[in-house]
């Protein structure tokens, strides 16, 4: 199955990716589910509110409301596209922009994913 990537303006495609401990996000998942947690066009827009909602947020009581809301949205998503990946990872989930083409792996310690570019490596060849 074909996942269909958010590209932006600047023509970069957003990777959703899990920075904080306790939970990775596409680490944590099934193979089959893997490219979709990172790419799928419909996530990286619900990272993107959740971003927008966090940079303006109220400390106040509406704060764990805009928690459960994100978390109650994103299980919405996956379950209507038939997903049912573990989603503890959500909470530290932002969208990272890169080029079309661009070769990564995510790699994960403790729940915090980080990205290593293979073009940034000396790969060694035998």
């Known amino acids: 199955m074909t996942v269909t990537r958010y590209i ?3 023509g970069k495609v957003g990777v959703l ?3 904080g401990y306790g939970a990775g996000w596409s680490t944590w998942a099934n193979n089959n589910d893997r ?4 790419f799928d066009r419909g996530l990286v827009a ?4 959740k971003e927008a909602a966090y940079e303006s947020r109220d400390f106040g009581v509406n ?5 459960d809301k994100s978390y109650r949205d ?3 998503y996956l379950h ?4 049912d990946p573990y989603t503890g990872g959500w909470d530290g989930v932002s969208v ?3 080029d079309p083409g661009t070769e990564f792996i995510v790699e994960e310690y403790d729940g915090s994913e980080s990205l290593r570019y293979r073009n940034n490596e000396d790969w060694m060849s035998a």
């Open 8 to 10: 932006n303006k600047e």
């Open 17 to 19: 990716i899990s920075g």
């Open 35 to 38: 490219e979709f947690l990172l």
């Open 46 to 49: 619900l990272a993107l509110d």
């Open 63 to 67: 704060f764990d409301k805009l928690i």
């Open 74 to 76: 994103v299980e919405e």
């Open 80 to 83: 209507a596209n038939n997903r």
């Open 96 to 98: 990272t922009w890169m």
